[in-house]
């Protein structure tokens, strides 16, 4: 079986890459059940061979997602150091609406 990258969605191209995985390891140890010591080692082999991939696929996305949070922080640095006055506004607005909001319930 071979389990290919998560999409671009990320989140949904995992979720639905461990959903397979899972369903293929419970079909193979089904299978192996049937079967002798040989065909269990095949099984095993073939799944430790799944988790390493999906291991590789979460550190590719934990890498991915740490790039993009690391990026959007320096441009919002960026941002509040060109117009820190702007920042502030939009701070304090958020805060009222928050404040309204929170006194609402």
């Known amino acids: 079986m071979n389990i290919t990258s998560p999409s671009p ?3 949904e191209g995992l979720a639905k890459s461990l959903r397979h995985v899972v369903d293929e390891a419970d079909q193979l140890l089904r299978s192996a059940a ?3 010591d040989e065909k269990l080692d095949a099984v095993r082999s073939r799944i430790v061979d799944q988790v390493r991939q999906m291991r590789a696929q979460l550190d590719d996305l934990e890498e991915a997602t740490s790039y993009k949070a690391r990026r959007a922080a320096r ?3 960026r941002a509040v150091h060109t117009h820190p006055y702007g920042a502030i506004g939009i701070a304090a607005a958020v805060g009222l609406l928050i404040g309204f909001l929170a006194a609402q319930r």
């Open 75 to 77: 441009a919002t640095d």
């Open 9 to 11: 969605s990320g989140k």
């Open 34 to 36: 049937q079967g002798g």
